[in-house]
């Protein structure tokens, strides 16, 4: 079955990194476009970016644009969100997602 495992998220201060990583599982991960959303604390979900098969950038949020980059190994199985320059208001438990399959979520707390 398909399964997505999130990692990486944690607390942060404003400015600082975080690298998220997503292990994917029980399907050909390489034919797959892969996205990474989010979701803050009484808000809508938001795609935050998503990512070809083959590794081209399909999309980023206006919001994360030149901050955050995502990327992939295909031999690996794994999607990366690069994130950079951190905010507050991208406190969020962040998602791995394929299609309709979603991995627990990673959350990640931007506060001094």
């Known amino acids: 079955q398909v399964q997505l495992v999130e990692s990486g998220g944690g607390l942060v201060q404003p400015g600082g990194s975080l690298r998220l990583s997503c292990v994917a599982s029980?399907?050909?991960?390489?034919?797959?476009?892969m996205s990474w959303y989010r979701r803050a604390p009484g808000k809508e979900r938001e795609l935050v970016a998503s990512?070809?098969?083959?590794?081209?950038?399909?999309k980023y949020s206006d919001s994360v644009k030149g901050r955050f980059s995502i990327s992939r190994d295909n031999a690996k199985n794994t999607v990366y969100l690069q994130m950079n320059s951190l905010k507050p208001e991208d406190t969020a438990v962040y998602y791995c997602?394929?299609?309709?399959?979603w991995g627990q979520g990673t959350q990640v707390t931007v506060s001094s």
């Open positions: 029980g399907f050909s991960f390489a034919t797959y476009l």
């Open positions: 990512i070809s098969a083959p590794g081209v950038v399909y």
């Open positions: 997602s394929r299609d309709d399959y």
